[in-house]
């Protein structure tokens, strides 16, 4: 018990020294969401302090003068085959991608950050080619979009219009993939940028993802009664907020609950007074935590990723009581505070609740859009790093890969 009592205070004691060492390293950037949030108590309480300490030293190395490299946060991963596919018709980053068997509708994102898509690319599994091409609504909007399907119909959720850092909308649509028909639904109580989303036991849940200016996290959770592509209720329910809030998580919808994985909290804002919302960079924090809403619409913590990811919202497959998720963006660098883009394929074992690496990507890629298809896991597009030794984003691509998937239970 003291010995409990003692690790208890340890972890209060690094966690609250990380938090100093962090007012004094990043003080001329203000984050502007409040300090006194329910999610500091929480972090307080479990695994991710383990994250915490791990930063705490590395900051304490670059106060000795240590260097650090900058694939510093890589972890040792298997190597897999990959195989190159037909590329997407075009580079998109920050788009989504809903799997409705053999097809992969890939919906809208950046080409560049001032260029965004209108349209869904289609690509069949079965042979390999990118077979359709339709238009979006006009209202919809072009990336950071909130998705979920079952199966025929797919919803799209909010998300942000227009290129560079514009904000978000409330606006919601519906898919029909037979038909390839366009619907509205009713609108979010308020707009959100990136925020999780899926469709479970008839309802449709939002959680999280950013507030108007795309930086301040949401913590609210919505949820709508639908069926074949139809909202059965004027309004949005609300439910038990998120325990910790912010966009860019992988939201999975399993028979028993909800898994959310990942995220962050702050993002690019527009700059001040800027005419074309030209991005400017603000504070972030990515984090590993891992949360399931249950029936009773209670949030259970489950153990952590095995390092902090965000940028995952259509990363990840579940395969064979598994869920397989892959690439992303973690913590900055300490030292040079550069983006750092992630290449590891996690496993998440459903049964044992335990991580593990199962792979590496053939390259680091954040927002990847990954299927699952006749023992194959493809991904396409996202923003890829600039080399083994830099795991730095650079280009935006349409590349589709795949690797023949093989896991032990
Ligand atoms: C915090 O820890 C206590 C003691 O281990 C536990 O009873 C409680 O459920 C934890 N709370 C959360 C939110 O994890
Ligand atoms: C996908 O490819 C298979 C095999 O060529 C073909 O039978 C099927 O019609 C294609 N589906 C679409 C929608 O093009
Ligand atoms: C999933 O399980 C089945 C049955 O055990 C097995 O045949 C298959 O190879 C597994 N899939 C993967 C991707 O490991």
Known sequence: MNILLLLFTCILAAALFFNLLWASISSSITPNWPSNQ?????????????????KVEIKEKKAN??????????????????????????????????QIENLFYVFAGYGTIDVVHSHVDVYNFTDDSWVDRFDMPKEMANSHLGMATDGRYIYVISGQRGPQCRGPTAQNFV??????????????PAPRYAPATQLWKGRLHVMGGSKENRHTPGVDHWSLAVKNGKALEKQWLLETPIPRGGPHRACVALDDGVIV?????????????????????????????????????????????????????????????????????????????????????????????????????????????????????????????????????????????????????
């Open 261 to 409: 994985i990942g995220g962050q909290e702050g993002d690019f804002m527009a700059k001040p007074g800027s005419p074309i919302f030209k991005c400017s960079r603000r504070h972030e924090v990515v984090y590993p935590d891992v949360y399931k809403l249950d029936a009773e619409m209670k949030w259970e913590v489950l153990p952590p990723m095995p390092k902090p990811d965000s940028h995952i919202e259509s990363s990840w497959v579940v395969v064979n009581n598994s869920i397989i998720l892959i690439g992303g963006t973690t913590e900055k660098h300490p030292v040079t505070k550069r983006m750092i883009l992630v290449g590891e394929v996690f496993q998440f074992h459903l049964d044992s609740k335990k991580w593990s690496v199962i792979g590496k990507l053939p390259f680091r890629c954040k927002t990847t859009l990954a299927a699952f298809w006749d023992g194959w896991l493809y991904f396409t597009s996202g923003q890829r790093d600039r080399g083994p030794d830099n795991p730095q984003p650079r280009k935006v691509i349409g590349e589709m890969w795949r690797t023949k998937l093989s896991l032990s239970q």
């Open 175 to 188: 898919l029909d993939t037979k038909t390839k028909k366009w619907t509205s639904m009713p609108p979010l």
């Open 65 to 98: 003068g240590e260097s650090i490299s900058p694939t510093f946060a890589d972890l040792p991963a298997p190597e897999l085959q990959w195989e190159k596919m037909t590329s997407a018709p075009v580079p998109r980053l920050d788009g989504f991608a809903i």
């Open 38 to 54: 329910p999610h500091r108590v929480v972090i307080a309480n479990y695994s991710i302090n383990v994250e915490n300490i791990k």
